[in-house]
């Protein structure tokens, strides 16, 4: 196997929450000991509920801000090692694009200028024809468009500026958190169009993070199910889908009614209740308090992620038999 382009290990990230109004503080574990692997020209997809982590792994993983511990090695170099200023390469090889994108684009500037932005700030040259380039590969006729301010685009236009901004240092990783959420279905599955046709183009691999599970299916190749900071499964997205092993993702495929979960013939399992705390996670398998099929040993030690299928691994002591 070749070297992964990324290759995340052992990660933990933590914030400190102040408590207010009635609501406890105390340390966030908002990324516990997570680990995958990225190849070159893949796209896996991120899914969990909301707060389960996706945007902090995003963001760790650009080292903003560095995580409390574990390798992030990208391109080969571990990124939790290298000094600040020495991340101007990886910076322009990983590049992030993000959920609103009008509050992305500086409202002043000319579309013209915000795509140019990277160019001036790592001093390539040729500027102008550059800008005109990636217009054109996102499907903005130059013309029409270098000149119009943020205002006066649609939210989808305003995502293509965000991606030409994003592709112009020729990055090999995008991550797209939430990158078409807010945009409306029509428009989302043009941007989806774009970005396949940018990694056939510029051989791009992407992170794609969505709380949407229907989407990412469309898009990766593969699927990571994130659950109050750690990863529960990972795998084929084709295989994932079909046949969810861990709990918790046959819970979450079957709030989707209309993705057809695979877990016919299971028992079903739904999502009750708010997901615990990240200041006092569960002890043992955080999904415990909420799983229908949790054991005595569920509560007090914490399932590893195995691989029981090729390139398809779970966290949990009695995962669901798969394929
Ligand atoms: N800077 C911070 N300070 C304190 N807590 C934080 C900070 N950033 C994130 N968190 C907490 O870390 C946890 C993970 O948050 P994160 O934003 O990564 O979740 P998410 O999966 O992206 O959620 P969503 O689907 O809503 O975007 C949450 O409990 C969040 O409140
Ligand atoms: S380890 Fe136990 S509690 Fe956790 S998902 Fe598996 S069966 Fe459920
Ligand atoms: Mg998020």
């Given at each position: 196997?070749?070297?992964?382009?990324?290759?995340?290990?052992?990660?933990?990230?933590?914030?400190?929450?102040?408590?207010?109004?009635?609501?406890?503080?105390?340390?966030?574990?908002?990324?516990?000991?997570?680990?995958?692997?990225?190849?070159?020209?893949?796209?896996?997809?991120?899914?969990g509920?909301?707060?389960?982590?996706?945007?902090?792994?995003?963001?760790?993983?650009?080292?903003?801000?560095?995580?409390?511990?574990?390798?992030?090695?990208?391109?080969?170099?571990?990124l939790?090692?290298?000094?600040?200023?020495?991340?101007?390469?990886?910076?322009?090889?990983?590049?992030?694009?993000?959920?609103?994108?009008?509050?992305?684009?500086?409202?002043?500037?000319?579309?013209?200028?915000?795509?140019?932005?990277?160019?001036?700030g790592?001093?390539?040259?040729?500027?102008?024809?550059?800008?005109?380039?990636?217009l054109?590969?996102?499907?903005?006729?130059?013309?029409?468009?270098?000149?119009?301010?943020?205002?006066?685009?649609?939210?989808?236009?305003?995502?293509?500026?965000?991606?030409?901004?994003?592709i112009?240092?020729?990055?090999?990783?995008?991550?797209?958190?939430?990158?078409?959420?807010?945009?409306?279905?029509?428009?989302?599955?043009?941007?989806?169009?774009?970005?396949?046709?940018?990694?056939?183009?510029l051989?791009?691999?992407?992170?794609?993070?969505?709380?949407?599970?229907?989407?990412?299916?469309?898009?990766?190749?593969?699927?990571?199910?994130?659950?109050?900071?750690?990863?529960?499964?990972?795998?084929?997205?084709?295989?994932?889908?079909?046949?969810?092993?861990?709990?918790?993702?046959?819970?979450?495929?079957?709030?989707?009614?209309?993705?057809?979960?695979?877990?016919?013939?299971?028992?079903?399992?739904?999502?009750?209740?708010?997901?615990?705390?990240?200041?006092?996670?569960?002890?043992?398998?955080?999904?415990?308090?909420?799983?229908?099929?949790?054991?005595?040993?569920?509560?007090?030690?914490?399932?590893?992620?195995?691989?029981?299928?090729?390139g398809?691994?779970?966290?949990?002591?009695?995962?669901?038999?798969?394929?």
């Open positions: 196997m070749t070297t992964p382009l990324l290759s995340v290990r052992n990660v933990v990230q933590e914030f400190t929450a102040r408590g207010r109004g009635g609501v406890k503080g105390g340390v966030v574990h908002a990324l516990s000991d997570v680990s995958f692997d990225l190849q070159a020209g893949e796209t896996l997809g991120i899914v509920e909301t707060g389960s982590g996706k945007s902090t792994l995003a963001r760790s993983i650009l080292q903003a801000p560095r995580p409390k511990s574990g390798e992030v090695y990208f391109q080969g170099q571990d939790m090692r290298r000094r600040s200023r020495d991340l101007t390469e990886a910076r322009r090889q990983l590049q992030m694009v993000f959920q609103d994108p009008f509050a992305s684009l500086n409202p002043r500037w000319r579309v013209s200028e915000i795509v140019a932005e990277p160019l001036v790592y001093r390539v040259g040729n500027r102008d024809a550059r800008v005109r380039e990636l054109d590969l996102v499907g903005l006729n130059p013309d029409t468009f270098a000149s119009r301010r943020p205002h006066e685009l649609s939210g989808g236009q305003c995502q293509r500026v965000a991606i030409a901004r994003a112009a240092l020729d990055p090999a990783l995008v991550v797209c958190d939430e990158a078409v959420s807010s945009l409306d279905v029509l428009i989302q599955a043009q941007v989806l169009n774009l970005f396949e046709q940018l990694r056939r183009e051989g791009l691999s992407y992170l794609f993070i969505s709380h949407d599970l229907a989407l990412v299916k469309q898009v990766s190749d593969r699927v990571a199910v994130m659950h109050l900071g750690q990863l529960c499964e990972i795998g084929p997205a084709e295989g994932l889908y079909r046949a969810p092993m861990h709990p918790y993702t046959v819970a979450l495929l079957a709030s989707i009614p209309k993705l057809d979960p695979g877990a016919r013939g299971k028992k079903p399992v739904t999502l009750e209740g708010e997901p615990p705390s990240p200041i006092s996670p569960p002890s043992g398998c955080r999904f415990h308090t909420r799983c229908p099929f949790a054991q005595d040993r569920c509560a007090t030690e914490a399932p590893v992620l195995r691989e029981l299928a090729p398809h691994s779970v966290a949990c002591h009695f995962p669901m038999p798969g394929e």
